[in-house]
T-cell receptor, first 111, second 115 residues
Framework: EDQVTQSPEALRLQEGESSSLNCSYT??????LFWYRQDPGKGPEFLFT???AGEEKEKERLKATLTKKESFLHITAPKPEDSATYLC????????????FGKGTLLTVNP | EAQVTQNPRYLITVTGKKLTVTCSQN?????MSWYRQDPGLGLRQIYY???????DKGDVPEGYKVSRKEKRNFPLILESPSPNQTSLYFC??????????????FGEGSRLTVL
């Protein structure tokens, strides 16, 4: 069974204070690892897909990286508008069209 | 505007009273799915559909039914709701080729309370 563990559960940063969110996973044959952003009262919004160890993707202040056991979402010089819950999900080799989500990290960026 | 529309957004009902949460997408997506989101448990898949008349169970299908008679619609049916089905529900869709890239488009969510 695919499993995803995200840490920390909550993270509070000052504006401009860079940090990283962690996503540890256990899957049988990783097809893809995905990051989503979820704002309060909204549905998740797709950010990145990573397929293999060593791969990196960037979007504005966010950078996602992948190893064989975990993924990191690095946030550089965050702004208050980056405050959201960040979700990690995986698709394993035995799970056609099924994503397994972690519980998320609630990020709060104070001005 | 490309979107996934769910209705109702908020609903309070009583145990045993059948209800349907509708989901409609305007992107001509083949794949649609229902998730529930609960504190401490994250998003869990209920049912999914690869195309019209093709549906399959996710991780937590008990107590739910779905149908896919048209490509754009994927209603979630609770025949006899119980309090443990109180949750925030999300519908999602994706083009077939995008499901494996994780690019799901989610609706705004439907908050259901069963008393």
């Amino acid at each position: 069974e695919d499993q995803v563990t995200q840490s920390p559960e909550a993270l509070r940063l000052q504006e401009g204070e860079s940090s990283s969110l962690n996503c540890s996973y256990t899957v049988s044959g990783l097809r893809g690892l995905f990051w989503y952003r979820q704002d309060p009262g909204k549905g998740p919004e797709f950010l990145f897909t990573l397929y293999s160890a060593g791969e990196e993707k960037e979007k504005e202040r966010l950078k996602a990286t992948l190893t064989k056991k975990e993924s990191f979402l690095h946030i550089t010089a965050p702004k208050p508008e980056d405050s959201a819950t960040y979700l990690c999900a995986v698709q394993g080799g035995g799970s056609n069209y099924k994503l397994t989500f972690g519980k998320g990290t609630l990020l709060t960026v104070n001005p | 505007e490309a979107q996934v529309t769910q209705n109702p957004r908020y609903l309070i009902t009583v145990t045993g009273k059948k209800l349907t949460v509708t989901c409609s997408q305007n992107m001509n997506h083949e794949y649609m799915s229902w998730y529930r989101q609960d504190p401490g448990l994250g998003l869990r898949q209920i049912y999914y559909s690869m195309n019209v008349e093709v549906t399959d169970k996710g991780d937590v299908p008990e107590g739910y039914k779905v149908s896919r008679k048209e490509k754009r619609n994927f209603p979630l049916i609770l025949e006899s709701p119980s309090p443990n089905q109180t949750s925030l529900y999300f519908c999602a869709s994706s083009a077939s080729g995008q499901v494996n890239t994780g690019e799901l488009f989610f609706g705004e969510g439907s908050r259901l309370t069963v008393l």
